[in-house]
């Protein structure tokens, strides 16, 4: 395979904490991304072809955060890629077209892009930890095929996710089967992205709010009103923060 004719050289190839590409893969396909990757370069080893079965299994470190767009995309022998609980965002065509079976996406994701899981031929279950992880509301952001027409496109497997989540919404809005995982657990104050810590990620969600990039639930604006006033402004961003670097 060559994606980056610059490094010849280079298998896989690596710029600080991005992984960008690899000219060639390791034997057997199994693709160890190296500790302290946060990133996943955008097309980093998306196949044009679709036909590429060189890659089979990834296996991340702790710590990465970002797999961007059509980063896996087309691999299409694609099939073991347990994501860490370090992973806020997937982007559009993340892992289309690849052999994944089961998928669990961590709590620690906010969001899931256009297409992320689409054409997915063999998978047959997803789970979202986070209940309010964006997914991109499209058929195709979990499928098990394509088709020009939105009608067409079906996903035969199970959608997991907590009671009231995005991921029951987005099961019930395209008729796909949905399975509960219970009731949303209980969240501390200020965990607006609900993964269960305070962190940077509820600055970010917040703020998002605040300039009206994002919306938010009923239960995730009880979470962010940090001075009960029964509304959510830059009073309640102000504590979030203060409560982060305390
Ligand atoms: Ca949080």
Redo the contacts with the bound molecule.
Sequence with gaps: MQYCPYFEDMDVLYAGNFLLGANTLPEEGVLNIREGTTYVQERGFYQYTENSTALKKLIFPEGVRVISYAAFGNNTALAEADLPDTVEYIGDWGFWHTALTEVTVPASTYYVGKRAFGKCEDLTSITFLNPYTQIYPDPDTVSNNWDSDPANIVYSGVIRGYEGSTAQRFAEKYGYTFESLGEIPALPDG?????????A??VLVLQKYLVRQRTLTSAQMQLADLDNSGSVNAVDLALLKQRITR
């Excluded at 965990?191 to 962190?199: I, K, P």
């Design positions: 965990d607006v992205n609900a993964d269960g810590s305070l962190g990620l509820d």
